[in-house]
């Protein structure tokens, strides 16, 4: 076990685990950290502390997390677990992560910065002297300096049967409007040209408060979604920047967000978990907003916004799940022509009330209808990426070594980092003509690649 060092400034070594609302904990965690004073790294060599912020979700995700805590004990010894899985109940009723880890210092579930931060400062005493002027006004982020993740609320109020995040994160609770806005304000000074809005569920924004009326910039604002965005696009616009939304799930209200779309306001992009299409598995699965008109909606959106691509992520194999409702998703997938979709397998995570439905599909099913139903989905996707060739995209740039001269890597408006394709930007025929991260460009669409996009910078 590592004896705390004697430096002026002491080190804690941070591991961030998860989603981007877990990534958004962490970015407040190691803000209030560099506030105060402490240096952060993110190995365990030389810190005096290592916080390791988990995720509960899957079990895989619970097995890298207890791994990495196991991993931390060994290098380091002194370690505070913070996240989902700090969350969680053992066999025993216990806490999950102290009974398999008895030794940890502390444990704390997720959006806990000011529990986390206790927990620092009693075993690892904050310096005298904090040179709070170093912290940067947008504060600590993990993310590449041109896009960030704008987190709106927390928790939320569904009870799907296949998830257990309600329990771990609570009901929702949306953050003030102005404080949101600032924030998102803060980000652009910064440079940052991508504002990625996350949530669990980014259409309930404000439902809590009952919509209240906030103030930003000295005039009210409501605590709403239509309004956030509203105001995240005029905002953007000042600076050049996109506006991506996350989470959205398909109420009446998202209708009023596409004309702010087709306007150029925000990204005409939505990203809309739907995990299924027939009504009945969505039924059993406790999904908010009704599924039932979810093609006409896709369609009604698309002809107010011809330009839209729409995200998705479904289950396949949900317990109950027939031969007939699996091909009711298939055509699904095909007639809505959803651009990107991802899907997983039913895996059933531990405490949630799916695992009691009757007929649960088998393993290999599950597996294989994964299969099939990635089959189509690529195929559509494809398709649709297909019809980009000849156009010309504004792409924003991720990588381009030497100023872009051998090429580079970047998305346009279709692509959400991290899980969407790229634009591979090939090194571009005028001499005079660099690339820069950050930047945008314009480029001309010469192929399409799987998920991704070639193109010619002009
Ligand atoms: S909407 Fe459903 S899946 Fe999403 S966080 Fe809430 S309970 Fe979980």
């Known amino acids: 076990m590592n004896a705390p060092a004697t430096s002026a400034a002491p080190k804690v070594g941070f591991v ?3 989603c981007p609302k877990a990534l958004t904990d962490s970015e407040l965690i190691l803000t209030q950290l560099s506030a105060e004073g402490y240096q952060t790294s993110k190995t365990f060599d030389g810190a005096d502390l290592v916080i390791v912020n ?3 979700f899957i079990d895989d995700a619970v097995k890298e997390s207890l791994d990495t805590i196991g991993e931390a004990l060994a290098e380091n010894g002194r370690v505070i677990v913070t996240g989902c899985l700090g969350a969680r109940q053992g066999d025993d009723g216990g ?11 502390a444990v704390t579930g997720p959006h806990a910065t000011h529990e986390v931060m206790e927990a620092v400062h009693k ?15 947008q504060g600590i982020k993990l993310t590449p300096r041109h896009y960030a993740y704008l987190k709106i609320s927390e928790g939320c109020n569904h009870r799907c049967t296949f998830c257990i995040i309600p329990s771990m994160r609570g009901d929702l609770v949306s953050r003030p409007i102005g404080d949101v806005l600032t924030e998102a304000r803060k980000l652009f000074e910064a440079g940052v040209k991508e504002l990625l809005v996350v949530s669990q569920d980014t259409s309930a924004y404000g439902v809590d408060v009952k919509y209240r009326t906030g103030f930003w910039d000295g005039k009210p604002v409501k605590t709403r979604m239509f309004d956030l965005v509203r105001e995240l696009g005029e905002l953007a616009k000042g600076f050049g920047a996109w506006v991506r939304l ?3 799930y398909p109420y009446p209200h998202v209708d009023e967000v596409l004309p702010l779309m087709a306007e ?14 027939h009504p009945d598995v969505l039924r059993r699965m406790k999904r908010p907003a009704s599924g039932e008109r979810n093609q006409e909606r896709i369609q009604q959106w698309r002809d107010v916004c011809p330009e839209l691509v729409v995200r998705s992520t479904f289950i396949a194999g949900f317990p109950g799940e027939t031969e007939e409702e699996f091909a009711h998703l298939l055509d699904f997938v095909r007639e809505a022509q959803i651009d990107r979709a991802g899907c997983f397998a039913y895996s059933p995570v531990t405490g949630a009330a799916a695992n009691e439905l009757a007929n649960p599909v088998p393993d290999e099913l599950r597996e294989e209808r994964r299969a099939r139903f990635m ?16 156009a010309t995209m504004q792409v924003l740039v991720d990588s381009a070594p030497g100023m872009g001269k051998k090429g580079g890597v970047g998305r346009s408006y279709a692509d959400a980092p991290e899980i969407d394709g790229t634009v591979r930007l090939l090194p571009p025929q005028k001499i005079s003509k660099t ?19 070639v193109a010619m910078p002009v």
């Open 16 to 18: 961030s685990l998860g």
């Open 54 to 56: 988990t995720c509960g």
């Open 95 to 105: 806490n999950m992560v102290q009974n398999i880890h008895p030794s940890v210092l």
């Open 123 to 137: 075993h690892l005493p904050k310096p005298h002297d904090p040179f709070v002027d170093l912290v940067p006004a």
């Open 246 to 248: 996350h989470y959205v």
């Open 264 to 277: 150029g306001l925000v990204l005409p992009y939505l990203d809309v978990p739907l995990q299924h299409s």
């Open 375 to 390: 089959a189509v989905a690529e195929a559509v996707s494809a398709e649709r990426l297909q019809r980009r060739v000849g």
């Open 435 to 453: 690339l820069k991260v950050g930047e945008f460009t314009k480029a001309r669409i010469v192929a399409a690649e799987g998920h991704d996009l």
